[in-house]
């Protein structure tokens, strides 16, 4: 599989003003590409249900260096990372990427 969606990504850079109140900054964005887009979803028991309280949508990535509070850009839409998953530990070696959980910026 290929990674052919590509995601804007602008690293989240936090630090302290004069007055000690925390302020957040983004750098330059960057293009990276991911294997899919989709609706973030979670399992309950037998049910399908979305959750939208957490995240909006989940990004399916090769590994990369994402972390909370990162900003995403999607068919010109900002979402801040919530989440990520790493699921490079697989059975074998296998290491097929992270998943990257977004929620919408407002």
Aim: hydrophobic fraction near 40%.
């Amino acid at each position: 599989m290929r990674a052919t969606h590509p995601v804007g990504h602008k690293v989240a850079t936090t630090s302290t003003d004069p007055l000690g109140n925390t302020t957040v900054t983004f750098g330059s964005p960057t293009q990276l590409l991911a294997f899919s887009i989709a609706p973030h979803v979670i399992e309950v028991g037998s049910t399908t249900l979305t959750e939208t309280e957490v995240a909006d949508l989940d990004v399916y990535m090769p590994k990369a260096d994402i972390n909370l509070k990162d900003r995403f850009s999607i068919d010109n839409v900002d979402y801040e990372v919530v989440g990520v998953q790493d699921w490079t530990m697989g059975f074998h070696g296998w290491q097929p990427g992270i998943v990257v959980e977004l929620k919408k910026v407002s």
